[in-house]
């Protein structure tokens, strides 16, 4: 079946460190992948999202490159900042499901220490 | 305009009784999920809700249901509550059904926390 995986957290970086959130999926065709961002006390508010492959999605200093080849989507961002402090959660679509329905890692907590 | 709102923020109940949380979806916003949050099983997918109808149901017993209104607010209602349905219940609204779908976005609340003792 379709499944998403993400790495373990918590990812415990300094301010202005370099960011790399890994996602690998499991899914026939070409899904769509997404990341989504939950601040503390908040609900889950999508970050950005790639359709086909080779698409970069890009947000607020984020980037994710859809791979087929490695069926990765890994999210980075080149300094974080302690307001980046939060759980991320990468998700896809299934091309070949007719609800849509989003498929979700199981979210990775990121701290960003001063 | 006023996101998605999720009434009641906090609820304790004891194991056995039933409770029923509530959605406001951003106005316009047709379609409503419901999901489940647990630190060890993640985001679960409950059931989607469009034009009234469901749409799509995750894989949780009957004890979870739900149901949405003609003016698209929506409810979930948990009975004969157990120790296990301790969660963040978080509810999303879409213009359109289809979570995944191009060119459809899902806003999610921030979320009915039950606990269960």
């Known amino acids: 079946g379709n499944s998403v995986t993400q790495m373990e957290g918590p990812v415990t970086l300094s301010e202005e460190a370099f960011l790399t959130i890994n996602c690998t999926y499991t899914?026939?065709?070409?899904?769509?992948l997404f990341w989504y961002v939950q601040y503390p006390g908040e609900g889950l508010q999508l970050l950005l999202k790639?359709?086909?492959a080779d698409d970069k999605g890009s947000n607020k200093g984020f980037e994710a490159t859809y791979r087929k080849e490695t069926t990765s989507f890994h999210l980075e961002k080149g300094s974080v900042q302690v307001s980046d402090s939060a759980v991320y959660f990468c998700?896809?679509?299934?091309?070949?499901?007719?609800?849509?329905?989003?498929?979700w890692g199981a979210g990775t907590k990121l701290i960003i220490k001063p | 305009k006023a996101g998605v709102t999720q009434t009641p923020r906090y609820l304790i109940k004891t194991r056995g009784q039933q409770v029923t949380l509530s959605c406001s979806p951003i106005s316009g916003h047709r379609s409503v999920s419901w999901y489940q949050q647990t630190p060890g099983q993640g985001l679960q997918f409950l059931f989607e809700y469009f034009s009234e109808t469901q749409r799509n149901k995750g894989n949780f017993p009957g004890r979870f249901s739900g149901r949405q209104f003609s003016n698209s607010r929506s409810e979930m209602n948990v009975s004969t509550l157990e120790l296990g349905d301790s969660a963040l219940y978080l509810c999303a609204s879409s213009s359109s059904w289809g979570q995944g779908r191009s060119g459809n976005t899902i806003y999610f609340g921030e979320g009915s926390w039950l606990t269960v003792v």
């Open positions: 899914a026939t065709g070409y899904p769509s």
């Open positions: 790639a359709t086909k």
């Open positions: 998700a896809l679509s299934a091309s070949g499901d007719s609800n849509y329905q989003l498929i």
